[in-house]
Structure formats: structure tokens, C-alpha cells
């Protein structure tokens, strides 16, 4: 099993919302900076949102800026993304990634290639 498993995707119609959730099994979310990302079909893998550790500092891609917020809970080592107003274009695998931050304040979601553990991913649907 993965060290991050991801849950909570679905189908859903234009306008509704989802809820994604990514536990993390083997560490603890001190010192992790954590992303989501996604990937529709045909399509290259892109940043959506990343929380650092300790000050909880967030970035959001400019497409889901306003609809998507991201919170992570320490108690239950789990990251949420909770999404609203969702698009037929946010339609993707939707994966959680963690890297060990350097310092508090670090997180990116232009650099897929920092985050060295990832998840199966979870499959979002957005569909009349």
C-alpha cells in the first residue's frame, strides 16, 4: 500500500463539490510539504494546490483559485481538498505528493519533480 492514499473522488455535476482527502500511512505531516495534483486524459500533470508545514501557507493554481481550498489536519495526519463550483475541465486523476521541506513556508505545485512520495490517485468526474 502507498504511504499516501487518497480518497473521496467521484462523479459529480457541474456546480457541486467534492471533498478529497489524503492520509498519509507512514509519516507524520511535521516537516512535509504536501500537493495535490492532476492529470486529465490526454493531458499533462499539473499543479493544483500545495500546504507547507508550521504555518500552513498555501498556493493555488490560477484555475482553481477561489474554488478549491486546501487545510490539513496534524491530529488526523490527513490533507483535504475541498473543492466548489466544479468545472467539466477540473475532470482528472487527482493525486497527493509530499516532499521533506527544507524550512516552513515551502511548498510548490510547479515542481512535480520535488515531491518524492505520491499517491494512486483518486478519480474526480465532473459530468451532467
Known amino acids: 500500500q502507498s504511504d499516501l492514499v487518497e480518497s473521496g473522488g467521484g462523479l459529480v455535476q457541474p456546480g457541486g463539490s467534492l471533498r478529497l482527502s489524503c492520509s498519509l500511512s507512514?509519516?507524520?505531516?511535521?516537516?512535509?510539504?504536501i500537493g495535490w495534483f492532476r492529470q486529465a486524459p490526454g493531458k499533462e500533470r499539473e499543479g493544483v494546490s500545495c500546504?507547507?508545514?508550521?504555518?500552513?501557507?498555501?498556493i493555488y493554481a490560477d484555475s482553481v483559485k477561489g474554488r478549491f481550498t486546501i487545510s490539513r489536519d496534524n491530529a488526523k495526519n490527513t490533507v483535504f481538498l475541498q473543492m466548489n463550483s466544479l468545472k467539466p475541465e477540473d475532470t482528472a486523476v487527482y493525486y497527493c505528493?509530499?516532499?521533506?521541506?527544507?524550512?516552513?513556508?515551502?511548498?510548490?505545485?510547479?515542481?512535480?519533480?520535488?515531491?518524492?512520495?505520491w499517491g494512486q490517485g483518486t478519480q474526480v468526474i465532473v459530468s451532467s
Open positions: 507512514r509519516f507524520v505531516l511535521d516537516y512535509l510539504a
Open positions: 505528493a509530499a516532499f521533506l521541506a527544507p524550512f516552513p513556508g515551502t511548498c510548490t505545485v510547479d515542481e512535480d519533480g520535488r515531491y518524492d512520495y
Open positions: 500546504i507547507s508545514y508550521q504555518d500552513d501557507s498555501s
